[in-house]
């Protein structure tokens, strides 16, 4: 079973996903693949002559931090930077997907799930959503001045325009004791579902 985790920023996605992976199932985290493929040197090349040399740090790493203040406010190299990064995203967690063993839980880790076009390889979906405040601390304590954390929470798509029936939706309220209560309680709903789908396949 693969379940996809996806949300706003800040609103817990990581922490959720590790209460989870602590349970036993496995991770894969789609910014992490993105962090991996940012050092193919085709895609190095596709993003210098997008953004220039500057987008490459001394250490041959993605400049992050330099490439989020240039597409945060430039639709067109947002949706260039989209054009380089989706494709080889999502065929590299095709490829992952493919080795895993069909009876065991997946979960991906995916803030641009729908964008990138990776909900068409999950059975479910899970939204994590989170108070405003407690986003602006969360991003106010990365580095983030307040005008720039309320625009990055703003900049980022509503649920509405995505969320499916059966979706799940957790809630997040900063409080890490109940968030593990929440990731333990879905748990547990989800194995229960997986042995009564075995059960009746067997009998």
């Known amino acids: 079973m693969i379940i996809a985790l996806t949300g706003g920023i800040a609103t817990g996605k990581s922490e959720f ?38 987008v490459i740090s001394s250490d041959g790493g993605l400049n992050r931090r330099y490439l989020s203040r240039i597409v945060f406010y430039d639709k067109e190299k947002r949706e260039k930077l989209n054009e380089i990064f989706f494709p080889p995203i999502k065929s590299k967690i095709e490829e992952v997907l493919s080795k895993k063993a069909k009876d065991k839980v997946v979960l991906l880790v995916a803030p ?49 325009l995505y969320q499916k029936p059966g979706d799940q939706v957790i809630f997040n309220d900063g409080r890490r004791e109940t968030l593990k209560e929440k990731a333990n309680l879905f748990y547990k709903e989800v194995t229960e579902e997986l042995l009564e789908k075995e059960s009746l396949g067997h009998a």
């Open 17 to 54: 996903a590790h209460y989870l992976k602590e349970k036993g199932w496995e991770v894969i985290d789609a910014d992490e693949i993105a962090r991996q493929l940012s050092k193919n040197p085709l895609i190095q090349k596709s993003l210098k002559e997008v953004f220039g040399p500057e």
């Open 112 to 160: 641009l799930l729908y964008e990138a076009g990776l909900d068409s390889l999950v059975d479910l979906i899970v939204w994590i959503e989170a108070p405003r405040d407690l986003k602006l601390e969360r991003l106010e304590k990365l580095g983030f001045s307040f005008n720039e954390a309320l625009l990055r929470i703003r900049a980022g798509t509503p649920r509405s």
